[in-house]
């Protein structure tokens, strides 16, 4: 009896890999479509669950990476790409990607609900969502009151140690608030120095430069840092969706707003998924999803306001638009990025 009771189970256990291996070779023959984008697990996996819902022959298979790291692997990849969809970046990256033949043109069907500085001429990309650039801080260890008002104020004396940046060179956010700096400088004196001045003193205020968003927040969280510089919708889902004790300031002198944008990769292996993923993502309701679930500021001006949540209103009324060239940003980030890396970068910390 034991010996037969024996074969039972090893009977039903052989039955049991063997369901799971039909049920894997099952879900091998969907689709895949190839999404590369920094918008993060949540909403990442939301949207795949959502289309796949849709289109059940399919496959979402997203990689979470920076902005730059997608530009970076989509020129790597140009002679064999192996993404679909690029979701997500700064639009003077997709400046950069449509240049370098990485785009293929798609007219959405929304196309005349975004304003003219949000899309690419030529149809290669178009905006999805604002993200503005603001300063965080650990709300447990620094009052309201004594957070950093404008952006100068990050280099007063007493945060000195206490300021921990994202590596801006993988990421568009942290580009976009350093060459902001610059083009500054140059708009009010004609020259990049006082913007190089500031990022050296902010580099004599930095405990650190962390690898990616999630060591960023753990350790604002742990209070290695008190400070950062970090995109508003990141910060604000943080604090509606997790026990992060985060809180940010809307500079008053102005704030880099982003346009993020979207795009399908030239030489997608699945082209028609693609624009229907895109097209996917960017209806009126998916963005109202994003908003409320997702805080994400729509750049589809057709959306009523009135349908918007509470925080997008009031930040619409708070912020004030930094002025800035997009078509320098563009010809000069990576210079300015690698003349930082270079001379700039661990050259004032700790003295």
């Not at 039955?15 to 879900?27: F, K």
């Not at 976009?176 to 990049?192: H, L, Y």
């Amino acid at each position: 009896m034991r010996r037969a009771s024996w074969f039972a189970t090893a009977r039903n256990a052989a039955a049991a890999i063997a369901a799971v291996a039909l049920a894997a070779c099952a879900r091998d023959t969907r689709t895949p479509l190839v999404v590369y984008s920094p918008h993060g697990k949540d909403l990442l996996q939301f949207y795949a669950h959502a289309f796949e819902a849709a289109h059940p022959d399919v496959d979402v298979q997203w990689v979470d990476m920076g902005s730059q790291d997608v530009l970076d692997r989509l020129r790597s990849e140009k002679a064999n790409p192996q993404a679909d969809v690029w979701f997500g970046a700064p639009s003077e990256t997709f400046t950069k990607g449509a240049a370098d033949g990485l785009l293929e043109p798609y007219k959405p069907t929304w196309a005349a609900a975004v304003p003219a500085d949000a899309h690419d001429p030529n149809d290669l990309w178009y905006g999805t969502y604002l993200t503005p650039e603001v300063i965080t801080y650990n709300s447990q260890a620094v009052p309201a009151a004594e957070a950093p008002r404008d952006w100068d104020d990050v280099l007063d004396p007493k945060w000195k140690g206490k300021v921990i940046i994202r590596d801006p060179i993988a990421s568009g956010s942290m580009r976009a608030i350093f060459s902001a700096m610059i083009a500054r400088s140059i708009a009010q004196t004609g020259s990049e120095q006082a913007g190089w001045d500031w990022l050296r003193r902010l580099d004599g205020q930095t405990s650190e430069y962390t690898l990616n968003p999630t060591l960023l927040y753990q350790k604002l969280g742990r209070q290695e840092g008190l400070i950062s510089l970090w995109d508003m919708p990141d910060i604000a889902l943080l604090r509606e969706k997790s026990e992060f004790p985060l809180a940010y300031v809307i500079p008053k002198s102005g704030t880099p707003t982003l346009v993020d944008a979207i795009a399908i990769v030239r030489g997608s292996k699945h082209p028609q998924l693609a624009r229907a993923f895109y097209e996917f993502v960017t209806t009126q309701q998916a963005l109202l999803q994003a908003a409320r679930q997702f805080v994400r500021i729509p750049v589809r001006t057709d959306i009523p306001a009135d349908s918007l949540p509470d925080w997008i209103r009031e930040a619409r009324a708070q912020i004030k638009p930094m002025p800035l060239d997009r078509q320098m940003l563009v010809d000069s980030t990576d210079t300015w990025m690698k003349y930082w890396d270079a001379h700039i970068r661990n050259s004032e910390r700790g003295k």
